[in-house]
């Protein structure tokens, strides 16, 4: 499933990331790498606050709707 399906506070393991090479690469320099761990922390208008590797990281609608999630 989507991270833009993803349940607030909820540890989420990545299972894939979609999209253009380019976006992959972006990505992943961010931390979001496949089997890494990601946790929504908030959803405003959208846009997504996620916890990754540590950091908080800010992400659009677009790009979260190319990493796959899984338990």
Do not use: Y
Not at 58 to 64: E, K, Q, T
């Amino acid at each position: 499933m989507p991270l833009t399906m993803a349940d607030t506070g909820v540890p989420k393991v990545i299972r894939k990331i979609g999209g253009k090479e380019e976006m992959r690469k972006f990505l992943e320099k961010l931390g979001f790498v496949v089997g890494g761990t990601v946790t929504v922390i908030s959803t405003v208008g959208g846009n997504m606050i996620v916890n990754v590797k540590n950091s908080r990281i800010a992400i659009g609608r677009d790009m979260a709707s190319k990493i796959l999630i899984g338990t």
